[in-house]
């Protein structure tokens, strides 16, 4: 008798995507998409273009007074962003 070794959807797209070199990526995606949720839509609505770069993610906030306040709560982002995508995307923020 043989033994099925039966797997998930879920088990086998991760799989896929790990050995493909494409789980990193998606998860930055996930992660900039999730800033408007994690910061509330007042902040995104003031806040500009956003990438990842060497786990640090730059987003752009042209108000110098939005920028400090951010910058002093840049910590608790980063936890909350990371908790979002369920792993350790990045690092830091910086606000430039």
Avoid: C
């Avoid at 790990?18 to 902040?43: C, K, N, S, Y």
């Avoid at 752009?60 to 939005?66: E, H, Q, S, T």
């Amino acid at each position: 008798m043989f033994r099925r070794h039966a797997k998930s959807i879920d088990e086998l797209l991760n799989m896929t995507l790990r050995q493909e070199g494409l789980e990193t990526p998606l998860l930055q995606r996930r992660l900039i998409g999730a800033w408007p949720t994690v910061a509330g839509d007042l902040v995104a609505r003031y806040t500009g273009e956003r990438f990842i770069r060497n786990q640090v993610l730059f987003i752009k906030v042209p108000n110098p007074a939005l920028r400090a306040d951010l910058s002093m709560r840049r910590s608790e982002y980063v936890a909350k962003l990371n908790a979002a995508v369920g792993s350790m995307i990045i690092t830091d923020i910086r606000f430039y």
